[in-house]
């Protein structure tokens, strides 16, 4: 969240009273007398803790205020039945809303069978059981998907990587895709590295 110049003046003036604190405050107490310095420490450590909290909570009070928002942002819920593919299933509803540049924003469910790929590796590793989907994470689109899953076995032990077909939801996947018309995801050799990777469009509103 980017600051108001408002609250940045607020910001600056909780920092002056705490360098005020901290450094002056000790040259003042070196050129006063201890007893002096005793006397007049008590209220004045008070009055200045009152200021530096009214500026804090009026800080806070402005912080809460702000609005952050996204235009054109979609949410897209769906649940995936047993049998299902996760991948396929997830890329069939991309390409069927036309989905240019979304994410994922949540997914819990099961599977029975696993198809990840591990870091590093050249092709997939693959099990069947009963697994947890602890996590999936990634970008999706029309132009390519890129996703990440984790799993869990009955005894805890978590795995993850690059998701592949082959992973069949057990009892269910309960989704939720969030998407922005103001993006584009493309996926493309830049150089970078020997694959095709995320390219960012921005798409600008026709007014």
């Known amino acids: 969240m980017k600051l108001t110049a408002e609250m940045n003046k607020t910001f600056n003036m909780v920092v002056f009273f705490i360098y005020l604190r901290k450094g002056k405050w000790h040259r003042l107490e070196n050129n006063l007398s201890q007893q002096k310095f005793n006397n007049h420490q008590k209220p004045i450590n008070e009055l200045i803790m009152k200021l530096i909290y009214i500026i804090l909570v009026s800080l806070i009070t402005l912080s809460c205020q702000q609005k952050t928002t996204m235009n054109n942002c979609t949410a897209h819920a769906f649940r995936l039945k047993p049998g299902q593919d996760l991948k396929n299933a997830i890329q069939n509803l991309v390409n069927e809303k036309q989905i240019k540049a979304g994410w994922i924003s949540t997914c819990v469910g099961s599977l029975t069978n696993y198809n990840i790929r591990f870091a590093n590796q050249p ?85």
């Open 123 to 207: 092709a997939g590793s693959s099990d069947s059981g009963h697994f947890e989907i602890v996590s999936l994470t990634g970008t999706v689109s029309v132009n390519g998907s890129h996703l990440h899953i984790s799993i869990s076995d009955s005894t805890g032990k978590t795995i993850g990587g690059h998701l592949l077909e082959g992973c069949i939801i057990y009892t269910t996947a309960e989704i939720v895709i969030l998407s922005s018309n103001d993006l584009n995801f493309k996926r493309e050799k830049d150089g970078t590295t020997p694959w095709e990777e995320l390219q960012i469009e921005q798409i600008k509103n026709k007014e």
